[in-house]
């Protein structure tokens, strides 16, 4: 699986957009970009994967380059509950199981 | 609908004694997967069951853990003996379905072990 880079740290402020970028050069055709977060010591939540169009749901929105060698998580207003740790990784569909989340960035929402 | 559940949550035991974990996926998952976060480094990896079979499981540290899913449902993992390196959380996932747009995992809260 393609490694991903991720700012080490973010801050947002309560109600704006928080905008998460994350570098993955080395992607290759048939790799989705998928983005997890971890807040405080629960387990990874899943937010959302794409391909190469941008998608949406009811959590965030996921932009991705045209040339696929990075992507933004935007999440359309913070909330103090956002902070968390969030993880970029990008693998292929069907291995779904395999992969590693890296360091990931840590966003924290300030009221 | 309940999620994925972890037991226990916590677990403390001396270098050489065994523990195990259990993982209760969400009901209709047949795909299964164990990830630990050792101190100080990223979430790994470890295996993934699709029912009672192992499907990949490169990310087994050493024979000393050991993974079961018998019947398909529940999952174990063993560690024994425990050594020291083996503290950390140790998570649990499920998905409906290994590929396609049904392999959003779910994640467990984790089992949080010390050996001492």
């Known amino acids: 699986d393609a490694k991903t880079t991720q700012p080490p740290s973010m801050d947002c402020a309560e109600g704006r957009a928080a905008n998460l970028p994350c570098n993955h050069s080395?992607?290759?055709?048939?790799?989705?970009v998928y983005w997890y977060r971890q807040i405080h010591s629960q387990g990874p939540q899943y937010i959302i994967h794409?391909?190469?169009n941008n998608e949406t749901n009811e959590m965030a929105s996921l932009i991705i380059t045209e040339d696929r060698k990075s992507s933004t998580l935007i999440l359309p207003h913070a909330t103090l509950r956002d902070t968390a740790v969030y993880y970029c990784?990008?693998?292929?569909?069907?291995?779904?199981?395999?992969?590693?989340f890296g360091d990931g960035t840590t966003l924290t929402v300030k009221p | 609908e309940a999620g994925v559940t972890q037991f226990p949550s916590h677990s403390v035991i001396e270098k050489g004694q065994t523990v195990t974990l259990r993982c209760d996926p969400i009901?209709?998952?047949?795909?299964l997967y164990w990830y630990r976060r050792v101190m100080g480094k990223e979430i790994k990896f470890l295996l993934h069951?699709?029912?009672?079979?192992?499907?990949?499981e490169s990310g087994m540290p050493n024979n000393r853990f050991l993974a079961e899913r018998t019947g398909g449902t529940y999952s174990t993992l063993k560690v024994q003996p425990a050594e020291l390196e083996d503290s950390g959380v140790y998570f649990c996932?499920?998905?409906?379905?290994?590929?396609?747009?049904?392999?959003?995992?779910?994640f467990g809260p984790g089992t949080r072990l010390t050996v001492l």
């Open positions: 080395t992607i290759s055709g048939n790799e989705y």
């Open positions: 794409g391909l190469k």
């Open positions: 069951f699709v029912k009672e079979s192992k499907q990949d």
């Open positions: 009901s209709g998952h047949d795909n």
């Open positions: 996932a499920s998905s409906q379905d290994g590929q396609g747009r049904n392999n959003e995992q779910f």
């Open positions: 990784i990008v693998r292929v569909e069907t291995n779904a199981g395999k992969s590693t």
